[in-house]
C-alpha cells in the first residue's frame, strides 16, 4: 500500500545548519577531530565555525540527521508524506531551515527557543571522509509539551511510522519515550537510528530505554562497534552483534525487531529477530570519480529504506531504495539530492 500523502512518517531529532567545507589533517589536529567521526562541541570547538565560513569556503546546508532523513524520504514519497519535528532558535537560520524544507516538500514542526540560536554542525570535508562538530544550541531544549500540544499530538496519532534519530537521545528521552509507548500501543512501527559511536558509548541507559520498543534499528560498523563495547559484546563481529542487538528484549511483540546495519561500500548487513542468520546485501556501485561528498550516505540510506517501509515495499526492496538514494547523495554536495528529481525504479536486489 503506498503512501496517501497523510503525512504517515514522523521524524524527530535535531535540526541543524550544516556549515560545510573541505579541511585537512591540520585543521583536524587544530580542533582535536577524528576524519570520520561526528561528536558534541565543546569549548575548544566553537572557532571552527567561522573557521570553516572565513577560510574553507563553507556551504550552508539545512542539515541534522535525521531532518536529512526526512527531506530524502519526502524525495521519493508522494506530496505530504513526511513531518519533521524539532527545536529552533527565533532567527534567520531558522527562516533558512523553514525555506529549505518547504522548498524539499517537507512539513516542518518547529518548537521556536527564544532564548537560544538555531543549531549548528561543522563539517569538515578529508577526501571522502567527513568530522562532524554539532552545538545544538536552541536543538537541546526541544520539550515533551510541544510533541503532546494540542497541534501536534493529532500528527503524531495520525502517522504510521516514527523515526528517531539517535542524537535526539542527548536531548529529550521523554519525547522519544511517548512517540516508542504510542508506536508499541497502536502496533505502528518505531524505528531509532544509532547516529554515531558515542551515542551508545556515554549514552548508554538512554539507549538501552529506547530499544526494547524499536522495531526497526539503523546503525553503521563503527557505531555498531561502540554498541558492541559498552554491551559486553567486544570481539564479535558486526554481524554477531547485529543478531545480538534484534535478538533484544521487545515490548511490542507482534512485529519482529530488524537491525539494518551500513559498511560504506562493503554488504549492508540485515538481522531479524528470531532468524537464523544474518543476510548481506551488496551496495550499489558508485565509481570513484563521481563521489563528490560522502557526508549525508547514512541518512540518505535511512530515507530511501523508511520511504520503502512507507510504501509497504519488502524488507529487500527497501534495503534497495535505501541504497538507491544514498548513491545518489553521495554525487552531491553534502547531504542533498539531485534536481530535476530522479524516481526510484525497482531493481533486483542481490543477497548473500
Sequence with gaps: MASKGEYALLCLENPLLDIQGQGDAAMLERYGLKPNDAILAEDKHMGIFDDLLTNRDAKLIAGGAAQNTA?????????????????????????????????????????????????????????????????????????????????????????????????HLTVCVPAIMALAEEAAKENKVFALNLSAPFIPQFFKDQLDSVVPYCDYVIGNETETAAY?????????????????????????????????????????????????GVKGFQVHNVPKEDICDSNGAGDAFAAGFLAGLVESKSLEESIHMGQWLASLSIKELGPQFPYPKQTYQPAALKSQ
Design 71 to 167: 527531506r530524502g524520504a519526502q524525495y521519493i514519497l508522494p506530496p505530504a508524506s513526511v513531518l519533521f519535528i524539532g527545536c529552533v532558535g527565533a532567527d534567520s537560520t531558522a527562516d533558512t531551515l523553514r525555506s529549505a524544507c518547504g522548498a524539499a516538500g517537507l512539513r516542518v514542526e518547529y518548537l521556536v527557543d527564544p532564548a537560544q540560536p538555531t543549531g549548528r554542525c561543522g563539517v569538515v570535508i578529508t577526501g571522502h571522509d567527513r568530522s562532524l562538530v554539532t552545538h545544538l544550541a536552541a536543538a537541546n531544549e526541544y520539550k515533551l509539551s510541544h510533541l503532546t500540544s494540542p497541534e501536534i499530538w493529532p500528527l503524531v496519532r495520525a502517522a504510521r511510522i516514527y523515526y528517531v534519530g539517535g542524537f
Design 228 to 276: 558492541a563495547e559498552s554491551h559486553g559484546l567486544g570481539g564479535k563481529s558486526v554481524s554477531e552483534i547485529a543478531a545480538a542487538i534484534a535478538g533484544a528484549e521487545k515490548v511490542n511483540k507482534q512485529r519482529k525487531r530488524v537491525v539494518v546495519i551500513t559498511q560504506g561500500t562493503e554488504e549492508t548487513l540485515v538481522a531479524v529477530q528470531g532468524e537464523e
